[in-house]
């Protein structure tokens, strides 16, 4: 098993490079096009990938990285049945460019197709949370203050659910419906499960169209929080699938 204990603050610490680079450009104009998919991609998604790239070159030089925009671009690395990083450089690209604040950096590592660390950086809060298997997990606000989080029991009144601002769709709305949900929030990127992970909400689900490196790290920190993914069917939320697609999950706290 990769170290741990050496990896979590170097990660942390890169998460905060990458976020400084977003900023950058997040302060000027933006220059946006459209990829394969359709979807946005912008020079602070490139830029802040390259300096991730470059960094786990040299903190783990044997352990592949499957990132977006590279994958974007044609380039996919070999995987065995080893560790691999999955790198979403710049989560949440509508919202950059809406200038609302609700965007991530999110690395993570899998091992046994499950996250076994995860950093989520929110450059335009100053935030961040992290956590990794048998560390638990924290979170650091915007004076820079860590403190240890766990997700919350659900409350007696009726749960916090917490939706995607920008794909709620019909089903997810069913789903919330019927679910005994007392009060519905909406955030943007990874916000969603660090905000379950914090107890500031009990459930996420999400059955709008994923990619595994969209939701790794925040499920590595909602898991080191005590709380869990699966399925909609309750199965356990795997990676390392054939083209990186997620199906349906739900994210829930305690």
Same mark, same amino acid.
């Given at each position: 098993?990769?170290?741990?204990?050496?990896?979590?603050?170097?990660?942390?610490?890169?998460?905060?490079?990458?976020?400084?680079?977003?900023?950058?450009?997040?302060?000027?104009?933006?220059a946006v096009r459209a990829k394969a998919d359709a979807s946005p991609v912008t020079a602070a998604d490139e830029?802040?990938?390259?300096?991730?790239?470059?960094?786990?070159?040299?903190?783990?030089?044997?352990?592949?990285?499957?990132?977006?925009?590279?994958?974007?671009?044609?380039?996919?690395?070999?995987?065995?049945?080893?560790?691999?990083?999955?790198?979403?450089?710049?989560?949440?690209?509508?919202?950059?460019?809406?200038?609302?604040?609700?965007?991530?950096?999110?690395?993570?590592?899998?091992?046994?197709?499950?996250?076994?660390?995860?950093?989520?950086?929110?450059?335009?809060?100053?935030?961040?949370?992290?956590?990794?298997?048998?560390?638990?997990?924290?979170?650091?606000?915007?004076?820079?203050?860590?403190?240890?989080?766990?997700?919350?029991?659900?409350?007696?009144?009726?749960?916090?659910?917490? &939706?995607?601002?920008?794909?709620?769709?019909?089903?997810?709305?069913?789903?919330?419906?019927?679910?005994?949900?007392?009060?519905?929030?909406?955030?943007?990127?990874?916000?969603?499960?660090?905000?379950?992970?914090?107890?500031k909400a009990d459930l996420y689900p999400r059955f709008g169209r994923t990619m595994e490196w969209d939701v790794?790290?925040?499920?590595?920190?909602?898991? &080191?929080?005590?709380?869990?993914?699966?399925?909609?069917?309750?199965?356990?939320?795997?990676?390392?699938?054939?083209?990186?697609?997620?199906?349906?999950?739900?994210a829930r706290g305690a």
């Amino acid at each position: 098993m990769p170290d741990l204990d050496r990896l979590l603050p170097e990660i942390v610490a890169l998460a905060d490079r990458a976020g400084a680079v977003i900023l950058e450009h997040y302060h000027g104009d933006v220059a946006v096009r459209a990829k394969a998919d359709a979807s946005p991609v912008t020079a602070a998604d490139e830029a802040a990938e390259a300096v991730i790239l470059a960094r786990l070159a040299e903190l783990t030089p044997e352990i592949p990285v499957v990132a977006e925009e590279t994958v974007a671009s044609g380039r996919v690395p070999e995987l065995d049945e080893g560790p691999f990083w999955l790198v979403d450089p710049l989560d949440g690209t509508k919202e950059f460019l809406s200038r609302n604040g609700e965007f991530t950096v999110n690395i993570a590592l899998i091992e046994g197709r499950l996250p076994i660390l995860g950093v989520v950086q929110a450059p335009a809060r100053a935030r961040a949370w992290w956590g990794a298997r048998g560390r638990g997990a924290s979170a650091r606000d915007a004076g820079g203050n860590a403190r240890t989080i766990a997700v919350r029991k659900a409350p007696a009144g009726g749960i916090v659910a917490i &939706a995607s601002r920008s794909h709620r769709d019909a089903e997810t709305q069913a789903f919330l419906d019927q679910a005994g949900v007392a009060e519905c929030i909406s955030a943007g990127s990874s916000l969603k499960f660090c905000l379950v992970a914090e107890g500031k909400a009990d459930l996420y689900p999400r059955f709008g169209r994923t990619m595994e490196w969209d939701v790794a790290a925040g499920h590595a920190v909602l898991a &080191a929080a005590g709380g869990r993914v699966t399925t909609r069917d309750g199965a356990p939320f795997l990676y390392r699938k054939p083209g990186f697609g997620n199906p349906p999950f739900i994210a829930r706290g305690a």
